[in-house]
């Protein structure tokens, strides 16, 4: 609150603006000045004794602006998203490398071996958000069924493409396995933190998901396009769709929630990362 100067030597007490009328009108010599904020009532040392009523604006604190805020709490996951990427990941990126796992891939040979493990444990985490969306355990997330961004059978359909080329498909691993049961815990008793990990999954695999996808297609693959990254209809109409619907659902979230939305997006990169390793295993 901003400090106020006194008026007078003498006295001064606050009180609430519904009560300056009442007060204004059992004595006589009142002022009174509307004013939005608190009122200071100061005992004047002039004849006649009488009381002025004096207004004084009380100064708000400017409200704090979140990064991308402005254009709906999608811009703001996204802000957060790429400053967590390092500098050789993403132009925005401030994430500092500490640890070896997060280092860039300095040689990159991927292995067919790997890049099934990886298909896999993608599937069972793509099997278990469609699962989690379908079921509903909270009815926001009935927002997002049918959103034209499920990845599951497209991922069905590669994995038997490859079992036809004589290629023998993997269990699930524990990266996968692990991320799928954390997403079924935080369904069901914290859905800020869920939707965390749905918009990074699915936003992530539709750009630097693509990108990588291409790449391994070139070197191992024969260019083989394969369905996980297809859409059916227009990829940049969906996503806007789903944007959409985020800040929709976002909107009747408290600011505290909304920040606890976006701490979580560190834990979505670290679970993805290790599922994304396993091309390199």
Known sequence: MASLT??????SFLVKPQLTNTIANTKPGFVSL??????????????????VVVSATTAEKPKRRYPGEAKGFVEEMRFVAMKLH???????????????????????????????????????????????VQKAPFPSYAEFRNTGLERSEKLAKDLEWFKEQGYAIPEPSSP?????????????????????????????????????????????????DLEFYKWDGDLSQLLQNVRDKLNQVAESWTREEKNHCLEETEKSFKFSGEILRLILS
């Not at 904020?37 to 002039?46: A, D, N, P």
């Not at 990990?197 to 990108?211: K, L, P």
């Open 176 to 224: 996968g396995i692990y991320y799928a049961e954390y997403l079924k815990e935080l369904s069901e008793k914290d859905p800020q933190a869920f939707i965390c990990h749905f918009y990074n999954i699915y936003f992530a695999h539709s750009a630097g998901g693509r990108m990588i996808g291409k790449k391994v297609a070139e070197m191992i693959l024969d260019n083989k």
């Open 34 to 51: 509307r004013s939005q904020s608190y009122k200071i009532i100061t005992r004047m040392s002039q004849k006649g004794g009488g009381v």
């Open 6 to 11: 006194s008026i007078s030597q003498s006295q």
């Open 86 to 132: 390092t500098k050789d990941q993403a132009r925005e990126g401030e994430k500092e490398v500490k640890e070896p796992e997060e280092r860039p891939v300095t040689k990159w040979d991927p292995s067919v071996d790997g890049y099934l493990r990886f298909l896999v444990d993608s599937k069972l985490v793509y099997d278990t958000l469609e699962d989690i």
